[in-house]
């Protein structure tokens, strides 16, 4: 009761993560079929773990300056300029892509502010949105996934603050056309709201080329982090790029919580920028279409173009039932879609996972397809 008092308000507008929830269930599981975790399942490729270590040997292991180390800054900004060359567009290094998020969200959205969250979402936003204080206006994209910029036309209205993009998507591995993001850039644009494109995932396209709604709205905020790119989510770097006002605001924030990304790890990102990562791309790609070749003829599903999911619709009962007799009948490890939905009708898949537990996991799915 007493403790009870000490939680704050926002403490209250949103719950632990469902995806955890699937991480204690399978926990008690012998050899679970695994299909849940959103990260690679490759290593951290040689070279990088080696600048690791050798930033952390050769002392690198103070605070480095707020907006990041220069190792790294300059070379992101470099990187930057060159494919954007927006005149006013700064890098700020962050802790992971969750942190560039976080300082976003905290710097621009006032309580009672409207934050436009494509549903499915990536978890994350509609939680973070809510800690801000603002309120969640979902724009529903099934059955394909697709954006339709009318729909969002429609759902802004005069307390519109943002809109958060994210493609190649999680959950849906759905890729944004060029047309759509240049609409959706220009929208924004035209009525004054901010646009944060979350790109974590822009190295995992096979279906075509990675399009940044920056190219067409010079005001984009863009999020992005090493996370995916590089198999190295535990070593939290990320970064953010965007007009130099609103990165100083988050440089501000980021002076006073998270003082900077971890200084040895950002030598290790500088040094997979080097690194072409076209190898993993493509054996994802053959992940991918494992997937889809596998269950195309027995579940409902647009076919993911990028990032490393899958998201079907359950053949049967909601999407939590399904989930559930897929773990307690099959050991299978997947997620409900009403984690990332105000939907519970579909189950999400992630494909970063060595052929022969997909391939396992494929013929569970066939198998309760027919239940
Ligand atoms: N955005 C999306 C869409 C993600 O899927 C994830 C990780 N699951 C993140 C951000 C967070 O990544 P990071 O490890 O860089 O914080």
Redesign the pocket.
Known sequence: MMIDRWIAERARCFDASGIRRVFDLGAKLVDPINLSI?QPDFEVPEPVRQAAIDAIDQGYNGYSVTQGAAVLHDKLQTRVDADLGHDDRRVLVTS????G?FLALMMTVNPGDEVIVFDPY?V?YDALARVVGARVVHVDTYPDFRIDVDRVATAVTPRTKLILL?SPA?PTGAVADEASVRALAELADQRDILLVS?E??RDYCYDGSFVSPARFNPRTLVID?F?KSHAM?GWRV?FAHGPAALIHEMTKLQQYSFVCAPHPFQWAAAAAMDLDNAPQIAAYRRKRDLVVQGLADCYELTAPQGAFYAFPKAPWGTGTQFVERAINEHKLLIIPGNVFSRRDTHFRISYAAPDAVIERGVEALRRMARE
């Open positions: 959103g992971g892509t969750s942190g998020l990536f994350m994210n999680n979350d974590i995932y982090g996370s989510p990320g």
